[in-house]
């Protein structure tokens, strides 16, 4: 099985529940809670741009990791939201080797893919505040995450390097859901044992 999909279906409970928590959208969608998730990612994207930092090892496989760096964008928009960044640390899983690096940046890199959607709802909740960070790589998010799932699947090359980036990427999932549950930006899930269907 390929990093990818072996990843997908290992994070997919992590991954479903921290969407189900954040249910951003709608009357959910205010400027004070916009802007307080802005400041509470801020130290999660700082860490994981720094984890970028210094790897050529990363480099061989993602040749274009310096473009990747988020945290100018988030920055701004904070700024223009006369805002400034919630102070870390976040205590995101350790980089202990490529296949692990390739965990974490697997969740930050795939949610580019759903902020374009989150920015949509922003927008229309709000009117036009910034939303560089949410909207990241333009009209080509969907080119960037194949990229760097080529990668990725360089990088993991044989099942136990595989099995590093799925423990890793789950790791991130529940990390961040700690950080923003923290921060007072996720909602209680309903128990879902008692429910019939």
Not at 88 to 105: E, H, M
Not at 146 to 153: H, L, N, P, Y
């Amino acid at each position: 099985m390929e990093a990818l999909e072996l990843t997908r279906r290992a994070t997919r409970g992590a991954h479903g529940r921290l969407d189900r928590r954040l249910r951003f959208e709608g009357a959910a969608v205010t400027l004070e809670r916009y802007v307080a998730y802005l400041q509470r990612m801020a130290p999660v994207v700082a860490e994981a741009d720094a984890r970028m930092n210094g790897r050529p090892d990363l480099l061989r496989c993602l040749p274009d990791a310096a473009a990747r760096a988020k945290v100018p964008w988030l920055l701004q928009d904070l700024d223009d939201l006369s805002a400034r960044p919630h102070a870390g640390p976040v205590g995101l899983p350790a980089a202990r080797d490529l296949p692990s690096l390739f965990g974490t940046l697997y969740v930050i890199e795939g949610s580019t893919l759903g902020g374009a959607v989150l920015a949509r709802r922003v927008e229309a909740a709000l009117g036009p505040v910034p939303t560089r960070y949410l909207r990241a790589y333009g009209e080509r998010p969907g080119e960037m995450w194949r990229s760097f799932c080529a990668g990725m699947e360089a990088a993991a090359r044989d099942e136990a390097s595989r099995r590093r980036v799925a423990i890793a990427a789950v790791e991130t999932f529940e990390t961040i859901e700690r950080w923003l549950a923290g921060g007072g930006l996720l909602e209680e899930e309903l128990n879902r044992g008692s429910d019939p269907s």
